[in-house]
């Protein structure tokens, strides 16, 4: 009956070690036990000119055709712009035409962000990771769609470069319901600040 009540001590013993071993600080194991999934890095391309250089995701679309054309046909502001992949817009109400670009204004005096926009509007002076920033940004509507524009002129540029974010949605309530859902604008406006805090002046 001894033997019985030893074994039956060790077996306890036995379980309690492996379960603190598996619970001791420095253990990578889940408590799920299923191995920790990394997060899968964005495979990302480098887009360079003799101005600058700007890393952006490699499933973009890039146009370095590319020209700004809302002062008219005659006062279009030249660049690159990096369209969002079909998926990010696919079953939402985010257009797929979203994008960012990279314009340059080599006559301007002064490199503000409101001398990108036709409105009417007041630059803010922004400073980040040490590069300033001249911001300015409107927005606008019309027939169900939602028009978003920001640009951050790079202030001590010459040429004058600024970087565009511009957000074309269309009004979720003109769908059926549960057509499409609302795109994530935060995960949006990330992705665009990664590229414009990539870029670099080279000259």
Do not use: W
Request: with cysteine; net charge negative.
């Amino acid at each position: 009956m001894g033997k019985y009540i030893i074994g039956g001590i060790i077996v306890i013993l036995a379980l309690f070690s492996g379960y603190y071993l598996l619970k001791s600080p420095g253990t990578a194991t889940p408590d799920d036990g299923q191995p920790t999934q990394q997060p899968m890095a964005i495979a990302t391309s480098t887009y360079a000119t003799t101005t600058f250089s700007v890393v952006y995701p490699s499933n973009f679309s890039v146009n370095d055709q590319y020209a700004y054309d809302q002062f008219g046909p005659k006062k279009l502001i030249h660049g690159v712009s990096f369209t969002i992949p079909m998926s990010m817009a696919t079953g939402t109400n985010l257009s797929s035409d979203t994008h960012l670009s990279v314009e340059s204004l080599p006559r301007a005096k002064n490199c503000t962000g409101d001398i990108y926009i036709q409105d009417n509007v007041k630059a803010q002076s922004v400073t980040e990771g040490g590069v300033d920033y001249s911001v300015a940004s409107t927005s606008g509507a019309g027939a169900g769609n939602f028009y978003e524009e920001q640009v951050f002129a790079l202030s001590a540029s010459k040429p004058c470069i600024g970087v565009r974010y511009f957000i074309h949605s269309t009004n979720i309530g003109n769908y059926p319901e549960g057509a499409v859902t609302a795109f994530d604008k935060d995960a949006l406006i990330s992705a665009f600040d990664t590229i414009r805090r990539s870029l670099t002046l080279t000259q």
